[in-house]
């Protein structure tokens, strides 16, 4: 599969972890904000189709890499078979597990092939466990660790009335909604809460986004009474 050659071959631990987050960006994105065009993709009637995530942050559905063995470990196969023969939430959860599964074994064959030690293997795993998975993600589940969530408990959010956002706000008041921001994970990209971003939280599902990953900037918040999320909304106009 021509999409899955990597012409950077990532060779340190950052580097790995690079391509790591840049493959697992994309899967998200099929997944959540991209997923009306990643349904009518996995056609049943099509050969068997794996889900690509690539390093660039793009993803794409193809047949799986001719070549044996493949370049790369490679994605699930079929993923179009199991589409409509079970809910759509099912099957996408079931894809997002095997992603998953496929985004580690593509980061430890790097790690393998260019000799990672023990250590090197360990802090690998570390940079990638401090993510959420994919499925936690795309089910929202996604939970900031304990710690993570102790680093932000000094910064303060506001919520102003309509759509939830992120903004400052003095310390004294409610914090309930400081601590739902911070245990939020974004449903488009994955990563976790910063302190610094501008956020906004979906009215329909309630899941929180990156304001720049679903193109709302503070000053069209102000003008949302209820906020959708482009997930909500393509679920919606689906038939």
Not at 11 to 29: C, M, N, Y
Not at 164 to 175: G, I, Q
Not at 194 to 203: L, M, P, R, S, V
Request: glycine content about 6%; some cysteine.
């Amino acid at each position: 599969m021509e999409g899955n050659t990597n012409h950077n071959t990532p060779r340190t631990v950052e580097e790995v972890f690079s391509d790591f987050r840049g493959r697992r960006a994309a899967l998200i994105k099929a997944l959540t904000l991209d997923m009306v065009k990643f349904y009518q993709t996995c056609d049943p009637e099509k050969e068997n189709l794996c889900l690509y995530g690539l390093p660039n942050e793009t993803w794409e559905v193809n047949l799986p890499a001719e070549e044996v063995p493949p370049e790369l470990p490679e994605p699930a196969l079929g993923i179009n078979f199991a589409r409509d023969g079970m809910q759509e939430k099912d099957w996408v959860s079931l894809v997002a597990v095997h992603s998953d599964s496929w985004l580690l074994s593509v980061a430890f064959y790097f790690g393998a092939r260019f000799g990672f030690g023990k250590n090197e293997r360990k802090r690998l795993f570390q940079m990638i466990n401090d993510l959420p998975t994919i499925f936690e993600v795309v089910t929202g589940n996604a939970k900031q660790s304990k710690e993570q969530s102790g680093t932000t408990n000094n910064n303060s959010k506001s919520k102003p009335s309509g759509v939830k956002v992120s903004n400052p706000r003095p310390k004294e008041e409610d914090e309930s909604d400081e601590e739902e921001e911070q245990g939020a994970v974004c449903g488009a990209c994955g990563d976790s809460y910063g302190a610094d971003e501008f956020w906004i939280c979906c009215d329909a599902c309630e899941k929180w986004f990156h304001g720049k990953c679903v193109k709302i900037t503070p000053a069209k918040a102000e003008h949302i009474k209820h906020y959708k999320c482009p997930s909500c909304i393509n679920n919606r106009a689906r038939p």
